[in-house]
T-cell receptor, first 114, second 113 residues
């Protein structure tokens, strides 16, 4: 079974530029999560999708971050415009159906904003 | 008070020893608990999940849960240098949270030969 796929793996941009990250979850997983992990901290949830609907985006900075999962499979997270403090690893995770809440992470995208 | 707290460490143990990692959580209705291992520069990898009070063993790993004390721990027996990593505790409150996990800041473990 293929794992969660993410691209790109690394991205360097200047502040005020825009950037987009892509995620393809494990096949059949209905729930998809985007996390931000700043160096030395645990992952922080940005947004959570159930199929193609948003179920939690309470910690997403909506003035600059947006995300979509139009067909209920892959997802895109966008930052526009980027700030220096957005430098972090952006992790995508997915979870299957059922009562287990186990989430599986992709390799992440390391973003550096200069 | 943080929702999920871990000692940041670093925790250093000799090879072959037992490493003990601790985590406390503040939300009393939390139902599911997870330990993830994260090597430097890599993404978190699920190593243990526990849902009910008591111990759960998987190979060299044992997770312990005490809901009354709001405490979950991970024991690593016969620690190996390859166990050196950051260990993340994650908690889910169940219900309508759709599996949302809240993570601690992680404990850095170093196993020295």
């Amino acid at each position: 079974e293929a794992g969660v796929a993410q691209s790109p793996r690394y991205k360097i941009i200047e502040k005020r530029q825009s950037v987009a990250f892509w995620c393809n979850p494990i096949s059949g997983h209905a729930t998809l999560y985007w996390y931000q992990q700043i160096l030395g901290q645990g992952p922080k949830l940005l947004i959570q999708f159930q199929n193609n609907g948003v179920v939690d985006d309470s910690q997403l900075p909506k003035d600059r971050f947006s995300a979509e999962r139009l067909k209920g499979v892959d997802s895109t997270l966008k930052i526009q415009p980027a700030k220096l403090e957005d430098s972090a690893v952006y992790l995508c995770a997915s979870r299957g159906q059922g009562s287990s809440y186990e989430q599986y992470f992709g390799p992440g995208t390391r973003l550096t904003v200069t | 008070q943080k929702e999920v707290e871990q000692n940041s460490g670093p925790l250093s143990v000799p090879e072959g020893a037992i490493a003990s990692l601790n985590c406390t959580y503040s939300d009393r209705v939390s139902q599911s608990f997870f330990w993830y291992r994260q090597y430097s520069g890599k993404s978190p990898e699920l190593i243990m999940s526990i849902y009910s009070n008591g111990d759960k063993e998987d190979g060299r790993f044992t997770a312990q849960l005490n809901k009354a004390s709001q405490y979950v721990s991970l024991l690593i027996r016969d620690s190996q240098p390859s166990d050196s990593a950051t260990y993340l505790c994650a908690v889910n409150r169940g219900g309508t949270s759709y599996g949302k996990l809240t993570f601690g800041q992680g404990t850095i473990l170093t196993v020295h030969p």
